[in-house]
């Protein structure tokens, strides 16, 4: 089955379509994923993204059906070579998210196992639901190989630094109760409202102006990354002028003078 890819009213909905594999993904549906990630960030008319899966898994990674014996067999020097290649070809092929400039805010609403390229992805998004029956992990080390799609540098950024190294160093899958408790995901609600509640999130979201919600997310992950506070003060005052000179920089605060709802343009 594909990755489906949905858009209504500015929020698109992308789910991982297969059950059968604990929507584990293989090549054909990382390459599929990663060009929803694509669509959705040349879309300008798309301002939210919900990202899930279907049955009891959200991601349970790369399909070891598959890459095995890429990992383990004679065909590991050409797998790894054809890896760096698509790094530097385009980092946006990744479909975890990993070195993707893409500034519009992202949903996970996850149904189930995210582990493993899961866990990977689920770093690139920013605000996180979970059913009762989700668990977390990257549980590579178990198996004496590493999460190289993103966690180990995501995770100590985003967690404080015990949180992170419980993630990590462990290697073991810890319940939605856990997670929430460590900061990792916002909330924990029941599985048939999973998904509404994702896009209650997204509504809410999308009350704001889009080029400002944009701009907000652009200086808080490039801030991260910047060399000084007097670097990451410089981001913001470049995302002031952008913001500042948009059309619906002059709609909000008219919406809010005449006490009405804004009309946003996302220009």
Known sequence: MPIHYVKDDHIVLITIDRPEARNALDGQHMTDLSDCW???????????????????AFCAGADLKEFIPKITGDSWSE???GVDRDMAEGTESNFTLRGVELYKPIIAAVNGHCVAGGMEMLGGTDIRIASPNASFGVMEPKWGLFAGGGTTSRLPRQLAWPAAMEFLLTA?????????ELGLINEVVPADELVERAFDWARRINRNGPLAVQATKESALRGLSAGSLVEAFAIEDEMTQR??????????PRAFAEKRTPQWTGT
């Open 172 to 180: 073991d899958r810890l319940p939605a109760k856990r997670a929430l």
């Open 243 to 252: 913001v500042f000179t948009s059309s619906d920089a002059q709609e909000g």
């Open 38 to 56: 694509r669509n959705y960030k040349k879309d300008g008319d798309a301002w939210v993204a919900i990202i899930t899966g279907v049955g009891d």
């Open 79 to 81: 797998f790894r070579e």
